[in-house]
C-alpha cells in the first residue's frame, strides 16, 4: 500500500493522530517544569520567588554554579526531597548542565506537589549568557 494514498484517503485520522501526540508532549512538557530562560530566572530570584535547584554532582557543582543555588544531585533527590519541603510555596528551577535531568527531576517534583519550572539549556546556557557563577559550596 502507497503511503501517500493511505495519507490522501486518511487524512482526518492521521490528523487526530498528530493532535493527540501534541497533546501529549503539550501535558508531558508542562508536568516536567515549563522551560524558563536565563533572564527569567535571575528576576524571579531577585524576587525570591524561585529557588534555583542544581542536580549536577557535588563536585561539578563545587567547581562552579549559580550563586544561591541549593545542590541536590539527581539521583539523590529521593533521598533528600524533604529538604525542600520548606519551599513548597515558591517555584522551584532545576538546573543540570545541559537539560538531560532537569525533566526526570522535575516530573518528580510536579507528582510531590511543587511549582516546578527547568532552567533552558542548563548551566551551559548560563555560561553562555555569560552569566557570573561562584566555585566552592
Sequence with gaps: MNIFIFVSQEWLLISL??????????????????PIVTNDLVQMMNQEQAVLIDIRATNDFNQAHIYGAINIPHNKLADRISELEK??????????????????VGAMLSKQGYQVRRLSGGLSSW??????????K
Design 87 to 104: 519551599f513548597k510555596a515558591k517555584t522551584l528551577v532545576i538546573t543540570d548542565q545541559m537539560g538531560q535531568h532537569a525533566g526526570a
Design 17 to 34: 493522530l498528530f493532535a493527540l501526540i501534541a497533546i501529549f508532549a503539550m501535558i508531558t512538557r508542562k508536568n516536567n517544569g515549563l
Design 127 to 136: 555560561r553562555q549568557d555569560n552569566l557570573p557563577l561562584v566555585s566552592g
